[in-house]
């Protein structure tokens, strides 16, 4: 369940960090249209989403999904799960979670999802139904955050930098460069070096909320509430 729309670009900025599926790929030009036609976007933070956009809905599907799970999942320091950043697996990653799917509950919105409330993609979806100087100030205080994914994400050549960048640029915020290189001072382990990750991955788990391995985001009913028709699989 959530609130009704308010900016569809937020909304598709949540969709193009969801784990790939075939749905999803299909209605990537509606998705890329809604970005191209937002002129909050500069002509470059809107070409780099073009070129984002054009890969998701061009390129092979298996690559994808391989691409999206070693950047997002088997990376750390590449997590859309924004309080691993700030918290790590402290106690203190608990009660903001707890905190932050309050919010959500009393802004009328129950995420759709096996994913943790502050898993980028969800947390979009929820400010897309903000008035957008409301979303802006959350996405502000993220701003070091996201401008941390933008550049390991550029060292990597990777075309999901442009998503970042772009919210960036919506959160209209100048980045607390303190913050930022306490994130960037953190070693980015090569997503390639399996026996690194999982060194860093062993290290600590997190034990709250759902099994972030049960699936991946209920791509339908966020397209149904952007007003995009998902297409029916082939075997509906």
């Known amino acids: 369940m959530a609130p009704e729309l308010k900016d569809r670009s937020l909304k598709a900025l949540s969709l193009i960090l969801s784990y790939p599926t075939r749905e999803l790929q299909q209605a990537m030009p509606e998705i890329a249209a809604v970005l191209s036609a937002d ?10 989403l073009r070129q984002l956009t054009d890969s998701l809905a061009q390129d092979d599907i298996y690559d994808l999904e391989e691409r ?20 790590g697996e402290s106690r203190d990653r608990g009660g903001a979670m ?29 400010l897309a139904a903000l008035p ?21 994400l550029n060292r990597r ?10 919210l960036l640029h919506l959160s209209g915020a100048r ?5 930022l290189a306490e994130l ?18 062993e290290e600590s788990e997190v034990l709250f909320g759902p099994d972030p391995n049960a699936g991946c985001p209920a ?12 297409p029916k699989h082939a075997a509906e």
């Open 219 to 230: 791509t339908r009913d966020m397209l149904a509430r952007m007003d995009i028709p998902a």
């Open 68 to 87: 999206y799970v070693m950047l997002f999942d088997r990376s750390r320091t590449l997590s859309l799960n924004l309080f691993e950043h700030v918290h």
């Open 132 to 152: 957008f100087l409301e979303a802006q100030d959350t996405l502000a205080d993220a701003a070091h955050i996201l401008q941390a994914l933008a550049e390991r």
């Open 157 to 166: 050549e990777s075309v999901y930098a442009a998503a970042f960048a772009a």
């Open 184 to 201: 960037l001072a953190e070693p980015d382990v090569d997503p390639d070096d399996l026996e690194a990750l999982d060194e860093v991955w």
């Open 98 to 126: 707890v905190s932050l799917l309050e919010t959500y509950r009393d802004g009328g919105f129950e995420p759709v999802t096996s994913e943790l409330p502050d898993h980028l993609p969800v947390l979009l979806e929820f």
């Open 175 to 179: 980045v607390n460069k303190d913050a």
């Open 39 to 48: 002129t909050r976007l500069t002509a470059v933070a809107r070409r780099g």
